[in-house]
């Protein structure tokens, strides 16, 4: 497996549908473009960390699509092993001598309160920015380096825990359909270059176009 793409939400039919959990909706998104369907984690074969996702594979290009269904600030407990067990082709010798992940080869995909509704962005690296799933991926991993999008919901008027937990009006879904799929269609551009800058350059251009 050479790339794992996290899209990041709360498990339950109770969130779907939800701001927090967009990132759960570019995955099905870019797996339903691809063909492939969402799996159970004991259908991984050979993993033995804990079973708190589902996946979907893509043979071309290859890449391993997880949705952590442990609540969102545990999504680290579930990104490290993955990433230690499955991206073979992602490891390279440490200086010790032992094997050293390279972050640059997973993309995390998640909702972003400081973007307006709609609006898409896509970063090579950068801080967790307050979200609580992207601390627990980065103090899991011991690294923020890895590319992501960030799929905005709006700034709450209230309270924040709140807002997340909140679907969206009728006239923010449409937006977001459409930023789902513009995102997904940045992850697969991801996925097939393998370069991050030419994918951020190629898209943010395309989307800044389209807003004139």
Not at 26 to 44: N, T
Not at 75 to 90: F, K, M, N, Q, Y
Not at 125 to 151: A, D, F, K, Q
Not at 178 to 191: G, K, P, Y
Request: some cysteine; aromatic content about 6%; proline content about 5%.
């Amino acid at each position: 497996m050479t790339r794992i793409v996290v899209g990041l939400g709360n498990p339950g039919a109770e969130y779907t549908g939800t701001r927090h959990n967009v990132g759960f909706e570019v995955l099905e998104r870019l797996a339903q473009h691809e063909g492939e369907l969402f799996r159970k984690a004991a259908a991984l074969d050979g993993f033995r960390g804990p079973k708190s996702f589902t996946w979907a594979r893509l043979e071309d290009p290859d890449a391993l699509l997880v949705k952590p269904t442990t609540f969102m600030n545990r999504s680290g407990d579930v990104v490290e092993p993955l990433t230690r067990h499955l991206v073979s082709s992602a490891w390279s010798p440490g200086a010790d001598g032992t094997e050293a992940f390279d972050p640059a080869r997973l993309l995390v995909v998640y909702d972003d309160m400081d973007l307006d509704v709609g609006i898409v962005r896509i970063r090579p690296l950068g801080g967790h920015g307050g979200h609580n799933g992207m601390r627990s991926i980065h103090t899991s991993l011991g690294s923020n380096e890895h590319p992501r999008v960030r799929v905005g919901i709006g700034r709450p008027r209230t309270d924040a825990a709140r807002h997340v937990l909140e679907p969206f009006s009728e006239k923010e879904r449409v937006e977001i359909d459409i930023s789902v799929m513009e995102a997904s269609e940045a992850i697969l551009d991801w996925l097939l270059s393998g370069d991050i800058e030419k994918c951020m350059t190629r898209f943010h251009s395309r989307w800044s176009r389209d807003s004139e």
